[in-house]
Each structure stands twice: as structure tokens, then as C-alpha cells.
């Protein structure tokens, strides 16, 4: 199985902070890679697909980059409602696996 | 609106059965692959079960194959988990997300998840 490691696992920021986290695969997975946002008790979101992608509706501020094994997701400047749980997947190859998640608090 | 709702979560004893649904709103269910991902402390989030919109193709991670079945109704907008020889291990909050099916695998669309309970 390819192995999903995300870092940092928890970081505190403010609002209209720059955030960044970051995603290895341990393995390549091309740019199947996707990002998603989790608050408690809702529906996880998908935010970008294919590594770099904008999902319809998701504001701008929100971008990803990478391919291979490395990836990053960008939030150029934290807003109230981004303090959540953000998750890396790719789908390259099954089974499909997360990265254990990052949790962006205040 | 457009939205996926499960149910059918609950306390059930180990070696118990228990069927999940998720049931499609405000979309064409019909034109969109399914997946069943599970959510649990010890795991995080794990990739279950794949199926394909016309529901002739399935997958299963190796630890549920055997034990689960997917399953879906498109005259109903209706996916389904069929769950048995629970374990302890499958607990937790188990999410269906729709999947667009084209070049690239995702999930963009999630339901709240409904809470599995093995004790």
C-alpha cells in the first residue's frame, strides 16, 4: 500500500495567516492526489483534485501543488471558517489512502 | 439541494450484521461512481469499497472482502453497505462519497457519515 504522510500533524495560526502543509507518498503517485477539509460532525470537502485543481466553489485561497511523491496545499490567508482537519488521498493506486490528517487550529 | 445522507449505523454485537444506506438528493445518482470510506481513531480515514456507476464493478480493501458487500439502487438513488462478521476493529464513522468517474478518482461529494459501534 502507498503511505500518506502529512506534516505538520497540527499547527496553530491566525487569521489571514499563510498556511501551508505538505503531503509524501511513499511511492510516486503521478498527480492523483486529492485534498480535502473536515470540520467535526459535517461532510468531509473536497478542495483540489489532480494535485493542483480548484474544486467548483472552493474559494481561491485555497491551491495545491506537486506531483510525484511531494505535495503541499496552500491557504494564502486563513479565514475563521478554515480552522478544521485537512486530508491528503491519492488515488494512483488502490487501495486508496489518506494521509492521517492536519489539524489547523487557533 | 444536492446532498448523500446515510443511516443505518448502530451498536451491534462482533460477529453481527448491519446494512448501511446512503441515499442521493438533487443529483442524477445514476451517472456517478460510489465509494464507502470509513473514519476511526486508530486508523483514520481507510478507503472501504468502490462501485461503479452502472454497479457491475466492485472493489473491497482486503480486510472487509469477503465480509462486506456493495451494493446500489439506481431506480432509488440508493447505495448500499451490507456489513457482516463485524469486528471490533470496524468501528467507527462510515461516510459514501460520490465520484465524478473520469480521469482521475474522487470523492466530491460526501454525506456526514452514520456511526458504527462493534461491542
Known amino acids: 500500500d502507498i503511505q500518506m504522510t502529512q506534516s505538520p500533524s497540527s499547527l496553530a495560526a491566525s487569521v489571514g495567516d499563510r498556511v501551508t502543509i505538505s503531503c509524501r507518498a511513499s511511492q510516486g503517485v503521478n498527480n492523483y492526489l486529492n485534498w480535502y477539509q473536515h470540520r467535526p460532525g459535517k461532510a468531509p470537502k473536497l478542495l483540489i483534485y489532480?494535485?493542483?485543481s480548484l474544486q467548483s466553489g472552493v474559494p481561491s485561497r485555497f491551491s495545491g501543488s506537486g506531483s510525484g511523491t511531494d505535495f503541499t496545499l496552500t491557504i494564502s490567508s486563513l479565514q475563521p471558517e478554515d480552522f478544521a482537519t485537512y486530508f491528503c488521498?491519492?488515488?494512483?493506486?488502490?487501495?486508496?489512502?489518506f494521509g492521517q490528517g492536519t489539524k489547523v487550529e487557533i | 439541494e444536492v446532498q448523500l445522507v446515510e443511516s443505518g449505523g448502530g451498536l451491534v454485537h462482533p460477529g453481527g450484521s448491519l446494512r448501511l444506506s446512503c441515499e442521493a438528493s438533487?443529483?442524477?445518482?445514476?451517472?456517478?461512481?460510489m465509494h464507502w470510506v470509513r473514519q476511526s481513531p486508530g486508523r483514520g480515514l481507510q478507503h472501504l469499497s468502490y462501485i461503479s456507476s452502472d454497479g457491475y464493478r466492485t472493489y473491497y480493501i482486503d480486510s472487509v472482502r469477503g465480509r462486506f458487500t456493495i451494493s446500489r439502487d439506481n431506480s432509488k438513488n440508493t447505495l448500499y453497505l451490507q456489513m457482516g462478521g463485524l469486528r471490533e476493529e470496524d468501528m467507527g464513522v462510515y461516510f459514501c462519497?460520490?465520484?465524478?468517474?473520469?480521469?482521475?478518482?474522487?470523492?466530491?461529494?460526501w454525506g456526514q457519515g452514520t456511526l458504527v459501534t462493534v461491542s
Open positions: 462519497a460520490r465520484d465524478p468517474g473520469d480521469y482521475i478518482s474522487r470523492g466530491d461529494l
Open positions: 488521498q491519492q488515488t494512483y493506486n488502490t487501495p486508496q489512502t
Open positions: 438533487g443529483f442524477t445518482f445514476s451517472y456517478y461512481a
Open positions: 489532480a494535485a493542483s
